[in-house]
């Protein structure tokens, strides 16, 4: 019993005395077994350390991506509001340039559209005649504001008229023009003397604190050269002086007294009544003078005044030669031929 009980202790005595070799080999000279505590971390070679990286990995791309879309929707709503700002910039600025063209279109067309001055010229015939009457007769009344026709029809027609008028004594004149017509001189001088004397005594009332427009004034120097065509009309056929003066202060005049009588009652203050109403007056009065003077027959009445009026024109008349008879000039001739 012994026996097999030694040998079964020998039999292991001797597998742990090859182990027990083994395992110093192992230790000793170089161990195969790897010890993991004393492995690094970063050597990779953990299957641990290669998941936590790949899980590492895959993280980060996945915040990549995630930030890679968050910036292209960005980037979208930046395009789309940059878009949208574009738009709206482009509307507002067609809209700004369909505003200025449209008030540029009214600016050009301001005085092509006919529509603005017809309340100017809608008048009948029997208004502008009634009119035309008024202007002749002056009317004493300076509490009230005394009417002013609103209209250009009627004074417009009358400086037409006043123009054929003129026309018609520079023909009959004989007057010559150097630079221009005789239609250009008469239409600009009277429209420059309607429209600037117009302006002139608009400027003084609006100084002299009176109450008229310009649209006013217009109608009412207009309708004061009424008298100014029926003396002109007048004198230029029939080529009186006396004649001229009469209608001048009698015609001429009842027309001024007219307008003068309409500012008198439009003004305030006895100062600017006289500036204004006196300004309107001599303008108005020495314009039919030079109209007449400037454009008719002068030369006719400064001879009649040099020469007189009972002066006979001169004339040639032929001297009476005496007769001498034939037996007078049968002796002349007689001695003359003895003589020789």
Known sequence: MSAPGAAAGGGRSGTAAEWGGFEDNMQGGGSAVIDMENMDDTSGSSFEDMGEMHQRMKEE???????AGAAEEE????????GLRGQLGRQVADQMWQVGKRQASKAFSLYANIDILRPYFDVEPVQVRARLLESMIPVKMINFPQKIAGELYGPLMLV??????????MKTSDTIIREGTLMGTAIGTCFG?????????YFLAYLCNA?????????LLGYGLFGHCITLFVTYNIHFHSLFYIFWLGVGGLSTLRMVA???????GHTQRLILCGTLAALHMLFLLYLHFAYHKVVEGILDTLEGPNMPP????ARDIP???????NTTAKAIALTL
Do not use: C, P
């Open 61 to 67: 791309e996945e915040e990549e991506e995630g930030e």
């Open 262 to 268: 309409v500012l008198v009652s439009r003004t305030v």
């Open 211 to 219: 109450q008229i427009t310009m649209v006013q004034m217009l109608s």
């Open 323 to 329: 007769v001498v008879s034939n037996a007078v000039l």
């Open 160 to 169: 037409f008229t006043l123009v054929a008028i003129l026309l018609h004594g």
């Open 193 to 201: 003397y309607w429209l600037g004397v117009s302006s002139f005594i």
């Open 314 to 317: 001169f004339q040639r008349v």
């Open 75 to 82: 980037d979208g709503e930046f395009l789309g509001m940059k």
